[in-house]
């Protein structure tokens, strides 16, 4: 599987969500043509990933820039942006190269296993805690979707 070359999933998501009244940055792989595409059939503006509300990251990483959003610094009276990820795999609880444990409110965790984004990526997205209001999105090529609020706390397991 061509990594690289299977957002087209994700970029479905992302026409039924963006519109005019929102700004998208898309990093990576491809960034300037698929960015192209998703402003031409949604009217959503282009910003840089500082201001950004939808980053969509196409390849394993952002190689940084996502700590780059407004988000992290969490502006007063401004909403979370959010972060789209193209994974190869997504599994509720299942076997997977990576495997995230997220902690419900109410003290439980579940685990989500992934493959397709790197695990540097992962630890620093985990690692803005609760300073950043962001929104993780992983999206698998297959379909499968989780969402990640910023209220929720997650970390990749280390094996």
Known sequence: MDHDQDVAGDCALLLAVLDRDVSVRVLGPGAELIGAY???????????????DFIFVT????SGQ???????????GRSGAVVTYVADM????????????????????QRLGLAGIADE???ELAGLGAR???????AAV???????PPTVRWR????
Do not use: K, M, Q, Y
């Open 38 to 52: 998703l402003r031409f059939n949604t009217g959503a503006r282009s910003a840089p990933v500082e201001e950004a």
């Open 156 to 159: 990749r397991e280390r094996s």
């Open 90 to 109: 997504l599994v509720a609880g299942g076997r997977a190269p990576t495997s995230l444990v997220v902690e419900g409110a109410d003290g439980a965790s």
């Open 121 to 123: 990526e992962l630890d």
């Open 59 to 62: 390849g394993l990483g952002s």
């Open 132 to 138: 950043a209001e962001i929104t993780v999105w992983l």
């Open 66 to 76: 996502v700590r780059r959003s407004r988000h992290v610094a969490s502006d007063a």
């Open 142 to 148: 297959d379909g499968v979707i989780a969402v990640l």
